[in-house]
């Protein structure tokens, strides 16, 4: 399943797993700007519910924390392909027993998702200023840049909730209390359009992918970005509208830059763990350099 708008490690102990090894689900793509069909569990998918889950012990997720760093976004595409293969290999034997996360920032990129249109770049895109990747996400394109803190979530759905609308909308619920509770900054969803918004400026872009009801991409939070090479793309196909970033709204705030990362870093970790109900544990990145060269 691919779902856009323009937008491993070690094993916890045992968990209980709430579905079933046999269950497959094909791949689905989705238009950038529209709220992607609500995709409701079938007889043979059993989804959890959330009134058991407060029951138990928060789900485990490994975070592996590079926020500080600029990693080229193809090596970040192939880790998370390289955890989404393991995920994978784990779920077969039932022993998925832990959530995953990367966070981190990108040197300048342009990324397009599956069925991109290569008319939203107002540029020659066999002579691109910087490097461009056509990417398995759904959407359109969009830009990736230092400033911007990028979440890839690497949810089991199964363990959560399997609905792909639900899960889209949980992300932007992140960003608005993000900026809600640190910042007093009033953000919205915007009918029809996914990401989140102040005002007549998208601050956070959400595409994302879902393999075997495993979810990889994420979303993209403008806290410092320098949005000039925005101006270069249509971003996410939506022509009438602009793109903000936190620096921006805040105008005269007293934070620097690199405070005003580390604080939104710190609120977006934490805003994570509470929305998706998860324990946040910090690992090593593993060593995924032979991925890079498959």
């Not at 969009?142 to 899960?167: F, S």
């Not at 889209?168 to 915007?190: C, D, G, P, Q, Y």
């Not at 324990?279 to 593993?286: A, D, K, W």
Request: proline fraction near 5%; hydrophobic fraction near 35%; charged fraction near 25%.
């Amino acid at each position: 399943m691919i779902l856009g708008t323009c937008n491993l490690g070690l094993l916890s102990p045992p968990h209980e797993g709430p579905y079933r090894r046999s269950v497959r689900t094909r791949n689905r793509s989705h238009s950038c700007n529209a709220f992607p069909r609500t995709l409701r569990a079938s007889s043979d998918l059993v989804a959890v519910d959330p009134s058991l889950m407060k029951s138990h012990r928060k789900r485990r997720c490994e975070c592996f924390d590079m926020h500080k760093e600029l990693v080229p976004y193809k090596e970040a595409w192939m880790w998370q392909k390289s955890i989404l293969e393991r995920r994978h290999t784990l779920m077969e034997r039932d022993e998925d027993h832990s959530d995953m996360m990367i966070i981190l920032q990108h040197p300048p990129v342009y990324t397009l998702g599956t069925a991109s249109l290569e008319e939203y770049m107002k540029f020659d895109v066999r002579d691109s200023p910087i490097d461009v990747y056509r990417t398995e996400r759904g959407g359109e394109v969009t830009y990736h840049g230092p400033g911007q803190l990028v979440m890839y979530p690497i949810l089991n759905l199964r363990y959560h909730k399997m609905d792909l609308h639900w899960y889209l909308r949980s992300l932007e619920e992140v960003v608005i209390r993000v900026l809600s509770s640190n910042f007093s900054i009033k953000a919205t969803r915007l009918k029809g359009l996914t990401g989140v918004w102040v005002g007549n400026q998208k601050v956070a872009a959400i595409g994302i992918r879902v393999s075997q009801w495993i979810t990889y991409h994420g979303l993209a939070l403008n806290v410092t970005t320098d949005l000039t090479p925005f101006q270069h793309i249509v971003p996410c196909g939506i022509r009438d509208r602009d793109v903000g970033s936190l620096s921006g709204l805040l105008g005269g705030s007293s934070f620097d830059h690199n405070r005003l990362v580390e604080v939104a870093y710190e609120a977006l970790m934490n805003e994570f763990s509470n929305v998706f109900q998860l324990s946040l544990e910090f690992e090593q990145i593993p060593d995924l350099k032979s991925s890079e060269k498959d």
